[in-house]
């Protein structure tokens, strides 16, 4: 005998309490079913939201990732190899490429690697950089 019919037998024979309780048990069940049902969808909803996030992307062009770096990194940190912390903020990060692109290729490769080796190397790069920037902003 199904459910429904139970009930309905329950009423004709004036089983109140027991029609009270078996419903409320139904009621139970089939929220909880729905409650999974819903949850599984959700979730599988949500999956299928975010699988797209794990598909490359396709290259950005130079004014949006412009655009990007100035709202999130302000500041870029890179830490060094003498457990330091080198800071640059926009500006400074554009003077050393500046810098960086005007050097010779011998001379770009110790830019680098005093860029990544001391707090004194990476200041002594920085304070280069924007020594040369003052003087292109002079001349320019």
């Given at each position: 005998m199904t459910t429904p019919q139970r009930l309905?037998?329950?009423i004709l024979r004036g089983?109140?309490?027991?029609?009270?309780?078996?419903?409320?048990?139904?009621?139970?069940?089939?929220?909880?079913?729905?409650?999974?049902?819903?949850?599984?969808?959700?979730?599988?909803?949500?999956?299928?939201?975010?699988?797209?996030?794990?598909?490359p992307s396709t290259p950005i062009n130079?004014?949006?990732?412009?655009?990007?770096?100035?709202?999130?990194?302000?500041?870029?940190?890179?830490?060094?190899?003498?457990g330091n912390v080198g800071v640059l903020a926009e500006e400074d990060r554009e003077m050393v490429s500046k810098l960086y692109k005007n050097l010779n290729n011998e001379n770009k490769e110790r830019m680098v690697k005093l860029l990544?080796?001391?707090?004194?190397?990476?200041?002594?790069?920085l304070n280069l950089a924007k020594v040369e920037n003052k003087k292109g902003t002079k001349n320019g």
């Open positions: 309905v037998e329950m089983k109140n309490e027991q029609f009270h309780t078996v419903l409320s048990e139904e009621l139970r069940e089939r929220a909880a079913a729905l409650m999974e049902q819903i949850y599984r969808n959700e979730t599988k909803t949500l999956l299928e939201s975010v699988t797209p996030l794990m598909v130079t004014q949006e990732k412009q655009q990007i770096t100035k709202i999130f990194y302000v500041e870029k940190a890179y830490q060094l190899k003498d990544s080796e001391s707090q004194e190397s990476f200041n002594r790069v």
